[in-house]
């Protein structure tokens, strides 16, 4: 059976990408198959050649398995983006049922969400937190919560925490999305008090701009971010 990772975030924009990316580089580095799957993609229209964050993260990474089930043209939350084009997006129980299809065969399978926890995935009021749920009947299943270095992280990643475990779910660890070159005092003090409040370890703390280096010296350096299995 598989073990799929769940990547959330604390907030939009705090690096589920480059996290994703990097623990499938640390997957692949230590032997393991490695799937990448991103439920909803939203912000590209679907005949749009950009590649999405699956594909960036696959490339980055190395993974030579990624998946990226339904694409929305707006850049906003996938159910309110569904609506203005007048779709209806599988109920999350129905992509669970297609990730765990479309990676048959995979040791792990990186599946990125949209946003935070709470954000619909369906327009049947559906989240990631559902979604989860629905593969814990294909495999073991853990959540990794991507987290701001800067002050506000501290309410919002417990926050965040909560609710995963308020859904029956497990939280893994946290990672720091971006850690500056240059930290100030709030960004410090996090550092060393996100595992007190979030009641969990810290996985990793990813440099900032690190997204856009060359694969190979992404690839090079992953294993290093990640401070325990």
């Not at 993609?41 to 594909?55: E, I, K, R």
């Not at 696959?58 to 084009?85: F, I, N, T």
Request: net charge negative.
């Amino acid at each position: 059976m598989s073990t799929y990772v769940v990547v959330s975030g604390t907030d939009t924009g705090v690096g589920k990408t480059v996290t994703t990316a990097a623990l499938a580089a640390h997957g692949r580095a230590g032997g393991s198959r490695v799937a990448i799957v991103k439920p909803v993609q939203t912000g590209l229209p679907a005949d749009d050649a950009v590649a999405g964050d699956a594909l960036v993260a696959a490339g980055l990474s190395g993974c030579d398995e990624a998946h990226e089930l339904v694409r929305l043209a707006d850049p906003l939350a996938p159910d309110v983006a569904a609506r203005r084009a007048g779709r209806m997006l599988p109920p999350v129980a129905e992509l669970a049922e297609l990730v765990a299809t479309r990676t048959t065969g995979a040791d792990v399978v990186l599946v990125e969400g949209s946003g935070g926890v709470r954000v619909r995935l369906d327009t049947s009021g559906g989240t990631l937190l559902g979604l989860a749920r629905g593969l814990q009947w294909h495999g073991d299943v853990r959540v990794v919560v991507v987290a701001r270095a800067g002050l506000g992280t501290l309410n919002h990643t417990e926050l965040t925490c909560d609710a995963v475990r308020g859904a029956g779910l497990d939280v893994e660890g946290v990672v720091i999305g971006s850690w500056p070159t240059g930290p100030d005092l709030a960004e410090r003090s996090n550092r060393e008090e996100l595992a007190r409040v979030a009641g969990c370890r810290v996985l990793a703390v990813l440099p900032a701009g690190c997204g856009g280096w060359s694969p190979v010296r992404f690839r090079a350096a992953a294993a290093g971010w990640l401070l325990a299995d």
